[in-house]
């Protein structure tokens, strides 16, 4: 692994936790711009369902990842 092509690159990956309205319909075969930044997402979106409190909609949470180099 490595070669010619690898010489001299570092892999950087920068990473956010995004919290949507609830309703949104995301996948992790989608891509999301984060503050001008396309980034895919990564791991499984959750939602958080309803407060047993106030029984308002949660919001639904997802990684999103943008990897150079």
């Not at 692994?1 to 920068?14: H, P």
């Not at 995004?18 to 984060?34: F, I, L, N």
């Amino acid at each position: 692994m490595g070669g010619d092509q690898q010489q001299a690159r570092d892999t950087v990956i920068v990473g956010w936790t995004v919290y949507d309205p609830t309703g949104a319909d995301w996948a992790t075969t989608d891509q999301v711009r984060v503050r001008g930044v396309l980034c895919d997402i990564t791991g499984e979106p959750g939602d958080w369902g309803r407060s047993p409190f106030t029984g308002n909609r949660g919001v639904i949470q997802f990684a999103a990842d943008r990897v150079t180099g």
